[in-house]
Every structure is written in C-alpha cells, then in structure tokens.
C-alpha cells in the first residue's frame, strides 16, 4: 500500500489517536521513518483498555503494525509493553513468529512510560531533542486503539463510530466498555452497574493527567477512562485548585528540595524543564531570568512534580501549565534544542505505579475490569465535531435527517483535519458548528 492512499484512508474513516490530544494518524504518516512503535504501556494507575484490546486482536492490530510498518518503508516495529501485562506479552510472542521485523520491548512499570518521549528512548536509546517530534529520530508512535482502528479501516472498511472506555473506582462492576462516540458518562456508568457513592466525582482519563468531568460529559475519540471516585477524594480536591493559592502556598511554603526536578521524567532526558526554579521564580516574583519561565514550555505536564514528588503538597505542574498556555496565547513557539546529557541516575528514580497509586489513594480500585466487547444501546448521542488537534469537521447533514452507524456527518476541513461518522442509527435533532444530536430510531 502507498503512504498516501493509507493517509486517506486514515483521514476519512477519522482516525486520530484514541487519547491524548487526538493528533490525526494521517499526518504521522511518512516514508522519513525508520522505526514504528505500538504504545501498549499505558502508565497511569487504574487504566486497563489497551493492554485488554490487545490481548483480545493480537493477530489484527500486530498484522496492521507490520503493514504501517512496511508502508513506511521502516525497517523494524517494536511493541512498548509493560512486563507485568503477562497475558497481553505471551499472545504478542506468540503470534511475532509470523512477523520477523516486529520485536517486542518488554518494560518496567514505571510512570510515565507511556510518554512517547520516554518510550522512544526505552524502545530504540534515541532522545527526542527538546521542543522536537519523534520523527525527528526517524520515529513515530501509535497507540494499541488507534492501530486497530486502523485495521478495521483498512480491512474491514469501519470508520471510528465507538470508542473503549474503561470504566473504574466507585462503580458496581469496573470494566471496560464500548461505547458509541457521542454517549454521554451516565450512559457508560450505566453499563458498569452505576456508581456506589451518592456524590461521585468523574475524572476523565488517568488519574494524574485527566480532567474532571460530570454525568453529561460527552465521550470522544480521545475518551480512555472514566474513574469514579467519592466527591471529596483527595484526587478530585487536587483537580479543582486555585491558583491564586497555589502561588502564595508556593511563597511561603517551598524549601527548594529540587524532588520535583530530581524525577522529573523530562529532565532526566536532557529537557530544560527545572520544576523547582519555577518555584523559586514564583516565590520571589524573580523575573530575572526569563528562560525559567519559557523552560516551562517543554513539561509534558505528567504530574510528578505535583501529585508525587512535592513533600510540601505544592502544585509545580498546576504553575508551570499556566506559563505555557501564556506563552501559547503570546505566540511564542517552542524552540527545538539539543538535549543535555541523559541523567546517570535516570534509571534509579523512575517512579513505580504500584507506589504511585498508593500515594493518590487508588490502590484499593485495582481490581479486574473485564472486556465488554459489546456495544451497548443508547437514546441520544452529541458527537463533537472537533475531537482531534486542527480544524473541526464540517456538518454535512441536517436536521430531521435519518442518518445510520457509520455513515459520514462531518466532513474533514482543509488542512489537518479528519472526518466524523455518525455512532447510531437515528434522527439528528440538532446541528450546530459544535457537534450534532441524534436520537435512536424507536
């Protein structure tokens, strides 16, 4: 297959990554690449969706991988997994046979490996340069969802209707479920038995890079877990900071340890992100040295700064977050530099995500979330019509229009872009330049 036949195939069936921010796949694709890697660490506590589709499409999404692999003109893939994934690791091996240039790299269950940065350099020994891709190591990166959305694309002609969800914390029955686009939190809480508390709080995504969410919360193309927790849990209290405070607890608070900078993940590559200099900046209002400031650039926002490192219970990523999106309402771009020296004690301060969820007080929700492979039923579906990075799809249908699963509602804008299918069959109740309504058919 031609890079640029598999690139529409990919733009018009809507494929973008199945979490994160929703880059769309086709604009990764290129014949610059010598190594394609499948992102199946998933690194925060509680998330379980990649490791179990994988298990469940070994032959499918490692045939897919192999194919991307070849389109490109890559000479090899390599499967990220943690070790402890025991079932999802012997399914993979035993289908590698078959694919003599797909390895597997078996890795220990720290956070944040998941961060493609640090996978990158796990998998191949390449650091991504500060402000850099990872194409510019000649690599690029998938997630296990967006791969085997790729291969019902390619194969089976399905564009992304669905999405799996995991769905955990205070529920009945913790699973993973899939859900068409569109549906809302109450309906995926419904598939999991309910939640066990009488004021939850919905964190949308990991735990330590998530959002709060509520019950009419959408999901998207990017939805990879909802965690139900008690409202006045320490996790949702964090989610919910003020950063006024959070500037003066800093002035008065931080002793400038430097723990927040000694496990950032970033900086032990050689990024210029010094979490306890911006600390120090903010305490003394010291605007001296500007590149403290613009360093903030290049956090990947992970939160061990603030969710694990801080003795003090101070909020560095919450601060830092704030500079970049300035710096991005400034529009000052982020500028591409070499990397210092890798840290020697990098591979003694990785952070262990047994102990991390201990630390946020989720342990206890680290049961088994089976597979629900199975697409539930619901009444009503407002499906975004942005749910990736660029522009939004365009309407292409109209109210009182009955519309079926799959067919095309949003058309991919010029630039990057990508389509958006209808989840259901039914009625479209409303469109507007945000996201289109639709009701079952009864």
Known sequence: MLIDELKEIARENGIVGAGGAGFPAYAKMTDQADTVI????????????????????????????????????????????????????????????????????????????????????????????????????????????????????????????????????????????????????????????????????????????????????????????????????????????????????????????????????????????????????????DISDLSVYVNSAYCSGCGICESYACPQGLAPRTIIQQFKSGLRAAGIKVEKLDPAPVEAEREFRKLPVHRLAIRLGLDRYDVPAPFEDRQQSVEVVKIPLSQHIGAPAEPVVGVGEQVHKGQVIGKAREGLSTAIHCSMDGMVEKVSAREIVIRARK
């Open 38 to 285: 499948l992102n199946c660490v998933e690194c925060e506590p509680l998330l379980k969706l990649h490791r179990q589709l994988l298990a469940a499409y070994t032959e499918e999404i490692i045939q897919m991988l192999d194919e991307v692999r070849e389109t490109f003109g890559a000479s090899e893939a390599v499967v990220g997994i943690k070790s402890e994934y025991k079932t999802t690791v012997q399914a993979v091996k035993e289908v590698l046979a078959d694919y003599p240039k797909v390895r597997i790299c078996e890795l220990r269950p720290a956070y944040p490996m998941g961060d493609e940065v640090v996978l990158i350099y796990e998998a191949t020994g390449r650091v991504i340069p500060p402000g850099g891709l990872p194409i510019d190591e000649k690599v690029v990166v998938y997630n296990v969802e967006t791969m085997y959305n790729l291969y019902q694309a390619v194969h089976q002609k399905l564009p992304v209707t669905d999405k799996l969800v995991s769905v955990v914390g205070e529920v009945a029955c913790p699973m993973t479920v899939r859900i068409p686009l569109g549906a809302s939190v109450r309906d995926a809480l419904a598939m999991a038995g309910g939640a066990t508390v009488k004021e939850p709080a919905f964190i949308m995504g990991g735990p330590m890079m998530g959002r709060l969410g509520s019950e009419t919360t959408v999901i998207t193309k990017t939805t990879n877990a909802i965690i139900v927790l008690p409202k006045h849990h320490s996790l949702a209290a964090k989610m919910t900071k003020n950063l006024d405070i959070e500037r003066r607890r800093a002035s008065s608070i931080c002793c400038q340890c430097r723990a927040c900078t000694d496990l950032c993940s970033r900086h032990a590559l050689g990024h210029p992100i010094e979490p306890h200099k911006v600390m120090r900046a903010v305490a003394n209002q």
